[in-house]
């Protein structure tokens, strides 16, 4: 029998342990990058540079404003048109992934990290991660959080400040705490 990597395990929603050198290696990369990121002069050029190596996948005209942080980086993917607002939190310990015209107000968080609910569990440290998928056209309203294994579909407004716990469809407007639907476009 094939043992997983705690990577692996990792990306296909298993418990994992975050202290494995190898994540760790990968997380010290990405806070080296974040720092060179975040200390960039507004110039779209040059941050686009950084960015390209250090995302899955970037399409054309992505802008992100610094401060932004992520844990990995890699799993992070983008289609065209992408922007995110200051003060960005990308956990990406599973695939995050954004459609094309997806635009992100100041201080979104999509968090693909989660932990066991069971207190028992929780405290002997392993961790869990699920996929984020955001369809294209959408709006993210400031100090939202997507939690994680969540999908939005596209053509869909998340109003501010709103926690996302659960599915969106496309084409509606959704808000609150739990996030709700409260129009169909």
Not at 72 to 89: E, L, T, W
Not at 94 to 103: A, Y
Not at 166 to 179: E, F, Q, R, T, Y
């Amino acid at each position: 029998m094939v043992m997983k990597t705690e990577y692996q395990k990792m990306l296909s929603g298993e418990l994992y342990d975050a202290g494995d050198d190898e994540l760790l290696q990968l997380r010290i990369n990405a806070r080296e990058w974040m720092l060179a990121y975040n200390q960039t002069h507004y110039n779209k050029e040059a941050r686009s540079k950084l960015l390209q190596p250090f995302f899955g996948k970037m399409g054309a005209n992505v802008d992100i404003q610094t401060p932004f942080f992520a844990d990995y980086g890699c799993h992070i993917k983008v289609g065209d048109n992408f922007f995110a607002n200051f003060n960005c939190v990308f956990l990406d310990c599973n695939f995050i992934t954004c459609g094309d015209n997806v635009f992100l107000g100041p201080n979104v968080q999509l968090y693909a990290a989660h932990h066991p609910i069971i207190a028992a569990e929780r405290i002997k440290g392993p961790e869990l991660a699920s996929p984020i998928i955001i369809g294209d056209n959408v709006w993210i309203g400031g100090g939202a959080i997507i939690c994680a294994g969540v999908t939005i579909g596209s053509n869909t407004t998340i109003g501010a400040g709103s926690v996302v716990i659960k599915d969106i469809p496309s084409n509606v407007v959704a808000v609150g705490n739990p996030c709700m639907v409260i129009k169909r476009l």
